[in-house]
Structures are given as C-alpha cells and as structure tokens.
C-alpha cells in the first residue's frame, strides 16, 4: 500500500524520528544513497513558484539517483485543463513520486485520492509539511534533544503553523505561539495537536502578545505576514501585526542565547529585521540547508521500500 505525507498527521511518532537518523546520515555522507532511487521518477507540480522547496527537491532526487521534472503553473493548471483525478490518474502511469505545491489543500487531497503513486505535499494553503519536520530537525540538531525545549513562533496562524504544531506535538517539543486575534491557528488543528501534547507530554500555549510569549523559550520563529496570494491583505495584515516584529527590542525578553528561526522568504523590515535574521543567534540559512536532508530522507521512505 503506497504511503503519501499530506500532513505531519500521516506519520507516526517513531517514523518522523527515523526521518531525523536518515537526514544527519545524509547530511554526514551527502552521497551514500546515491543510486537508491535509481531510475525513478519524480514529478514536481507547482502551481507556486518556489527557491528552496524546489531546488532542494530537485538536488536531493539527483543526489538519490532519480530523475526530476518540474511541471509549472503553465504545464498543469488543477480544475481547468483538466480534472486533478484524471492528472493523478495519468501520471501515476509515468512517474514513481509526486510533489505538489497548491492553493488548495483540497487538490492535493484529490490527487493523492486519485494517485496509484506516494504523494508529497510541498505546500497547500493548510499545511506545509516538509517544512516543519526540517525546521524540528534542525531545533534537535542543534540541541541534541527536544526535550523540555521551547519553540516560539511569532507571526500569522498558517501553513506553517499548523505544520510545526503537529510536528511538535508528536516529537514532544513544547510551543509558545504569539499571534493577532484575527490570525490565530485553525482551532481544530490546535485541538488536536493538544490532544498529542498531552500524550507526549509537551505543552502548546496561546498569547496574544509577543512579549510574554517569548519568555524562557529555546528558539524564536517567525514567517511573512502577508503570504503568496494574499498581497490584497497587505494594508489589513499590516495593521494587524503592529508590535509583532522580531527585533532587537523584542529580544530583550527573551533569552541571550535564543535561536532565530525563519522559513524564508523574508521580508527584511517587515515581520524581522536585518539585524535579528543576520546574527550569531541565527540559525535561518541551516533551517533552509537542512530542507534538501528530510526532503531525501522522505522520499527514501516513500519510494526505496
């Protein structure tokens, strides 16, 4: 039965783990799996364009021995050419692998319904998946272990979030989360990633102010405010996010020592500045190096059973 990653939801506890093992071998030795998806293909339909999530799935499918083929915005258009069943359906019957960054998480629910092949889910407006288990990686990287480790993110309630809360949850990393009123999380994604805190014994805590979130936490988070294809919102999110920049004045309740963590792209002098993503506290550019690592360690999982 082929297994697909659409949310951190789809693996276990112990699968994400035996990802972290896979990705530091990888890391260590950057070519010891090299002709392990030898012959396969991979297909990467995006809808969005993409730096990181594109070239490190392209660079980790070559390092693995396989083929990649890029089909964008202009090669594939979900709904419209043609149906998303009939496109999962038609290249099930040419590539081994398929990753998708969508609009709509619901196209991707579709098209791995549909797919007779391991779906990955590069991005959706509801999950970014591949993301949150690099960025978890990276905080037990460089600490060693999660345990009884902070995680604050300071931003927007999205993709992102909903992402690492799962993944957190489930690895037992606790998290502070700072938002606006009008940007907190999906309440039923923070709902059940409660559910899993409390089995894994970790905790998640909601504030409203950013100040008193970033309090004893181990790493601060942060992600744009205004995301791809909400540029209308610009003026409204703005507003909104009045006092929840990552600054040097916001680090002043933090911790000395307090890793800064960002998705990127960012937007210097707006949801961070320069001098906060640019410092010896920054941990940015490991967070996107590490993405090419998990990126192989999944589709190793995926595809090399």
């Not at 019957?93 to 098209?111: C, G, M, N």
């Not at 509801?126 to 288990?133: E, M, Y």
């Not at 606790?174 to 938002?179: D, L, V």
Request: proline share 3%.
């Amino acid at each position: 039965m082929k297994k697909d990653l659409l949310s951190v939801q789809d693996l276990t506890r112990d699968e994400i783990f035996s990802i972290f093992d896979k990705a530091t071998e990888l890391k260590k030795s950057p070519f010891s799996e090299s002709g392990a998806l030898k012959n396969k293909i991979v297909a990467l339909i995006f809808e969005k364009p993409s730096n990181r999530t594109r070239v490190s799935f392209e660079v980790g499918s070559i390092q693995l021995g396989a083929n990649p083929i890029y089909l964008g915005s202009d090669d594939i258009k979900f709904g419209e050419r043609e149906s998303v069943k009939d496109i999962a359906r038609i290249l099930s019957r040419y590539v081994d692998l398929a990753v998708l960054r969508t609009f709509k998480h619901s196209d991707i629910l579709e098209f791995a319904q549909y797919a007779t092949i391991p779906v990955i889910n590069g991005l959706s407006d509801l999950f970014h998946p591949c993301q949150a288990i690099s960025d978890v990686f990276t905080i037990k990287e460089k600490f060693g272990s999660l345990k009884d480790k902070v995680l604050c993110y300071v931003g927007d309630g999205n993709n992102v979030l909903h992402a690492l809360l799962f993944c957190s949850s489930k690895t037992g990393l606790s998290m502070k989360i700072a938002t606006p009123k009008s940007c907190k999380p999906d309440m039923k994604i923070l709902k059940e990633a409660n559910g899993i805190a409390k089995e894994t014994g970790c905790r998640i805590e909601l504030f409203e102010h950013p100040n008193m979130a970033v309090k004893d936490a181990d790493v601060i988070y942060t992600d744009v405010w205004v995301s791809m294809g909400q540029e209308k919102e610009k003026t409204k999110k703005m507003k909104e996010f009045k006092g929840f920049q990552v600054n040097s004045r916001l680090l002043k309740s933090a911790k000395k020592d307090v890793l800064i963590m960002h998705c990127l792209p960012a937007h210097r002098g707006e949801e961070i500045t320069d001098e906060v993503i640019d410092s010896k506290n920054s941990i940015v550019f490991d967070q996107a190096e590490n993405r090419l690592h998990v990126q192989k360690a999944i589709m190793l999982k995926l595809l090399a059973s």
